[in-house]
């Protein structure tokens, strides 16, 4: 047999095994059920995740060398550190579309691709933006324990709050997200400005280059931007102070936007309205003077927490590890 047939059938032989055989991935955050399931039939799934700390070192030095992939979120991260440990790895998918608690930057120096999940999330993003600044402006909580505590039968009708409509809203970033909670806000009559570092051209509402003009002509002052060490307490206790007494703190991004120890503050001394906080610095930790204040609504950090929106966000997940050991074009890559 002629040696150019055999290293022809080597390399049918080699292509096969290597289609066959199973990519090593790192699960550093599990993706949803049913993508968990699809990726375990597809992949060789190390559960980092599920590891203790010891239990983490020894998978590491046991299969560092040969991953290929890594499935984190928001909430795993990826550090450079973890970077380092895996001289294979080819591509980060991650289900989130922040990308605050990952080193992005490395990994696109080394070549290593990186996935996120923007677009599937904007609306129930943008949904609980809005849910946070009616619960805030028509007391929610209040309306609520009104009830509960038997004030209604005992007082009657609840103390009157305030109407959304004709509320000067400052959104600050006026990204996919902050787009789509202008346009629910609009249709309940609310009026709208927008904080970016570049006016958008052809948009309709009323651009600011200046926060703290922005903060102090508005109702509700809401960031809707990504966290890092460039928006790190942009929404600053300056910022915050030349908001009015009447006015409310929104937010849907990151608790790092925010000088979160001055929103105490100002809270505390009744300085602000209000405010509606998805999102915290210290998360799962929320500052304990917060919990028990009538004036403010608290969300675990839940915003695209619906199986709708996480399931997409999983199957981006699934998708785009597929198209990458395929071959095929990323469908949302970093850049
Ligand atoms: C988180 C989010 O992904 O997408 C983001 O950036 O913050 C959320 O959707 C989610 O909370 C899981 O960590």
Redesign the pocket.
């Known amino acids: 047999m002629n040696s150019s047939k055999r290293d022809y059938i080597d390399l049918i032989n080699s292509q096969s095994s290597s289609v066959n055989k199973k990519m090593d991935v790192l699960v550093i955050w599990p993706n949803q059920p049913l993508q968990m399931e699809l990726l375990a039939k597809k992949y060789n799934l190390h559960r980092y995740d599920l590891a203790d700390d010891v239990g983490k070192l020894a998978m590491l030095e046991r299969v560092s060398h040969k991953i290929r992939a890594v499935i984190t979120?928001?909430?795993g991260g990826f550090s450079q550190d973890l970077l380092a440990q895996l001289p294979c790895l080819e591509i980060v998918v991650c289900?989130?579309?922040?990308l605050d608690t990952l080193c992005v930057d490395r990994c696109l120096a080394r070549n290593v691709a990186v996935t996120n999940?923007p677009d599937v999330?904007t609306d129930d993003v943008a949904d609980m933006a809005l849910m946070l600044i009616l619960a805030c402006v028509r007391r929610l909580p209040l309306g609520s324990r009104w009830i509960s505590n038997g004030h209604w039968q005992n007082q009657g009708q609840a103390p009157l709050n305030h109407s959304i409509r004709n509320k000067h809203l400052g959104i600050v970033g006026l990204g996919r997200i902050g787009k789509a909670i202008a346009k629910r806000a609009q249709a309940f009559g609310m009026k709208i400005s927008y904080y970016g570092r570049t006016e958008k051209k052809h948009s309709e509402y009323k651009y600011y280059d200046n926060l703290i003009t922005l903060a102090q002509d508005v109702d509700i002052l809401l960031p809707a931007i990504p966290g890092g060490k460039e928006t790190e307490q942009l929404i600053s206790r300056e910022v915050l102070s030349a908001l009015n007494s009447d006015s409310y703190f929104i937010n849907i991004s990151r608790g790092s936007v925010v000088d979160e120890q001055a929103l105490v503050e100002l809270l505390s001394a009744n300085a602000l309205a209000g405010a509606g906080l998805d999102v915290f610095v210290d998360e799962p930790n929320v500052p304990a003077a917060l919990l028990d204040m009538e004036n403010v609504v608290l969300q675990p950090?839940c915003?695209?927490?619906t199986h709708e929106t996480r399931g997409a966000m999983a199957q981006l997940v699934v998708d785009n590890l597929a198209a990458h050991f395929a071959g095929r074009a990323l469908l949302t890559p970093v850049k």
């Open positions: 979120t928001h909430g289900s989130s579309v922040g999940t999330l950090h915003a695209s927490g």
